[in-house]
């Protein structure tokens, strides 16, 4: 007999196997026994959560001869005809390769036919979305009104492409991605029915790997279990076929960047390559790793939710002290910003070695969180005592210099800048600022939190700017939907348009004076300190 591949092997054949999407399962199961079953459905979600999967049981189960609490039996002749391919009532359409009109008529001109076995005639319609404008025209009528014994059921990955008109008139079911734990107990499970022996790390990695995807997952297991037949599958096996690196691995990256040591880290990016590790899984699992010491520097997170080992997490809490939270904050977003880059790229490590070398040379970038690193390791150079001031006064000079171009930066800053509006604009200003509090009672509970404290001022150039004294606040707003639903509420509350933006100032800076043009300028305020 040919072989089957896992994740058809173990495919769930009734509701009760299907793991991950107990919300769908419990609402279908209801509608069959309770004989109120849909004439549309539209199944959402990523790969790999079960979309086609539950199409093909609850295709069984409308047309079982004895349904078990709302399950088929997968006993009698309809559920077998079902299962074997053979019955005329259940028709599976793949809408990337029949995405025409032609093919929809063909479905139009099907339907006027009853079922010859069993209640219903099902059509499951995968990747609907790639059906053509005119395809979906061809449809909209058949779908709203179709014969009493036919169903629909639509499963796609992006649900965004389908037209309203579709939406509108099919019952729609957001399938979730699967947590690890669901996607471990699986594994577990199915390992123990083949007979192979696994560490729990190497399935925990698997699970991790397969981002939420049952399908993945599996897939990636087989090719584990191929590679290493007749052996137990462990963590090393399990990073070997995958190309991904171990966490030991991206400790020893982190201590050369904190350490500002460029060499080290080439050499360890050139053990890397030389392993024949995948670059973009790199990218990935480093920036997950960072993302623990951030939660662990930040949150009350218990240990099992790091999902690494006991010597792992105390490596990890040990090097979470040696970074603070904007440094780290700022790291991620150099890698985050990479992940997306190095998809199409063809120099993947050229790309890489570029990113740690900003991380350990903010001098290569501009913005502000940059800016703040230059200045702090200019004011560790300047506290080392160990610093030598030569003799021909060259050393202090340039130090000198440094100094006075920040000193002066910071004056500008703190100048007490008195910035005129017209008349309008002032008084749309002096509106916000009094309305502030109940702008932020308005906004979403996540939004409301994080703008707790914040103040409205002006900044030329900038316009109208929300100030921040809490940078982990502000990095969290700092995100561009954000502040665009933030404009969205202010225009549906005012029914004009605005736009604000944030920035971070230090606890009682000053920040520039607003006056309206035909006033006399006033002094500067500081944060904290209400505008007049």
């Known amino acids: 007999m040919a072989y089957t591949a896992l994740y058809r092997k173990w495919r769930p054949t009734c509701f009760e196997d299907v793991r991950g999407q107990e919300h769908i399962v419990k609402t279908l199961t209801n509608q069959i026994n309770r004989e109120r079953v849909g004439h549309a459905y539209l199944f959402c979600g990523t790969r790999g959560t079960g979309k086609t999967t539950i199409a093909k049981i609850f295709a069984r189960a409308v047309n079982c001869e004895h349904p078990v609490n709302g399950s088929p039996c997968n006993e009698c002749p309809t559920c077998k005809a079902i299962m074997e391919g053979a019955s005329m009532n259940v028709v599976e359409i793949d809408a990337a390769s029949n995405n025409g009109v032609d093919n929809i008529r063909e479905i139009r001109d099907e339907v006027k036919y009853s079922p010859t076995q069993g209640k219903y005639r099902v059509y499951i319609i995968d990747e609907v979305h790639m059906l053509s404008t005119g395809a979906f025209n061809a449809l909209l009528k058949t779908l709203e009104e179709p014969p009493s014994y036919v169903i629909f059921i639509l499963a796609t990955t992006e649900a965004h492409k389908i037209p309203i008109t579709v939406l509108s008139r099919c019952q729609r079911y957001d399938f979730k991605r699967m947590t690890n734990d669901i996607l471990c107990s ?25 981002d939420g995807s049952m399908r993945d997952a599996l897939s990636l297991l087989e090719q584990c279990i191929s590679f290493y037949y007749n052996q137990t599958l462990t963590y090393e096996n399990v990073l070997d076929v995958l190309g991904a690196v171990d966490t030991e691995i991206f400790s020893k990256l982190l201590r050369h960047i904190i350490k500002k040591d460029v060499t080290s880290c080439i050499h360890v990016m050139d053990a890397i390559v030389s392993q024949g590790r995948d670059m973009g899984q790199f990218v990935v699992d480093f920036t997950w790793y960072m993302r623990n010491l951030l939660l662990l520097q930040t949150s009350e997170y218990e240990e099992d939710a790091f999902d690494v080992s006991a010597d792992n997490l105390k490596i990890l809490k040990e090097e979470s002290k040696m970074l603070d939270v904007d440094t780290l904050l700022r790291y991620i977003r150099i890698f985050s910003e990479l992940s997306s880059q190095i998809k199409y790229a063809v120099s993947k490590r050229v790309l ?27 004011e560790e150079v300047l506290n ?37 509006l017209l008349p309008a604009e002032y008084e749309d200003y002096q509106m916000l600022v009094k309305d502030w509090q109940e702008i932020i009672r308005i906004q979403e509970k996540l939004i409301a939190r994080i703008l707790q404290g914040t103040k409205l001022t002006y900044e030329q150039g900038s316009g109208l700017v929300v100030g921040f004294t809490d940078s982990w606040n502000y990095h969290l707003m700092n ?54």
Do not use: C, W
């Open 186 to 210: 699986q594994i577990k499970m199915l390992l123990e029915a083949e007979g192979v022996q696994a560490e729990d790390n190497a399935i925990r990695y698997v699970a991790k790997a397969a």
């Open 384 to 420: 080392n005592k160990d610093v030598v001031i030569h003799s021909n006064g060259d050393r202090k000079q340039e130090v000198d210099n440094v100094l006075q171009v920040v000193a002066k930066e910071e004056v500008q800053q703190e100048s007490g800048e008195v910035i005129e």
């Open 479 to 532: 995100i561009q939907s954000r502040i665009d639903d933030l404009n969205q509420s202010l225009e549906h509350k005012y029914k004009k348009s605005f736009h604000l933006t944030v920035k971070l100032y230090e606890e009682g800076k000053a920040t520039p004076k607003i006056i309206s043009g035909n006033r006399i300028k006033g002094v500067e305020m500081e944060i904290g300190m209400e505008t007049e």
């Open 352 to 378: 890489i070695e570029i990113a740690l070398i900003k991380l350990m040379k903010p001098a290569m970038e501009k913005d502000v969180e940059s800016l703040v690193k230059r200045i702090e390791s200019l």
